[in-house]
């Protein structure tokens, strides 16, 4: 059974966000994405300063079976990247919900608005279990 952490918001591709100061979150791919995906050998890394838009493309994730899109759970802007994934990309299994994040965004509009759009760990939980 995968891990859902709990507070954090998730979407229905498998990245999480967490509130980490008024306006910004951080970013990252869920449990069960990295179990999905195996051993991660690459992450492509968004720009810092990048615009990014909820739901849309915003990099990418290799692993030894697959290459995969990472997706935005929210609009904003790239304030900060996990350059230690350039260097350790596996910190995504050994840690997706701790050193294996991906970026931070600051949101574009109103914070509780764009996680309130998100899945709830409760309902994700729900997600992963109709998808197992």
Do not use: C
């Amino acid at each position: 059974m995968s891990e859902v952490k709990a507070g954090l918001r998730y979407t229905e591709e498998h990245e999480w966000a967490e509130k980490i100061g008024a306006t910004s979150v951080r970013i990252g791919i869920t449990d069960f994405a990295q179990h999905q995906l195996g051993d991660i050998v690459f992450v492509e890394l968004p720009k810092l300063g990048a615009k990014l838009e909820a739901h849309a493309p915003m990099g990418t994730i290799e692993s030894v079976k697959t290459v995969s899109d990472l997706f935005s759970p929210v609009a904003g802007t790239v304030t900060k990247v996990n350059e230690a994934l350039l260097d350790s990309p596996e910190l995504v299994n050994s840690e997706p919900y701790g050193a294996g994040w991906i970026v931070e965004v600051e949101i574009d509009g109103e914070i509780a608005q764009a996680l309130e759009s998100l899945l709830t760990a409760e309902a994700y939980g729900d997600f992963v279990a109709s998808q197992d």
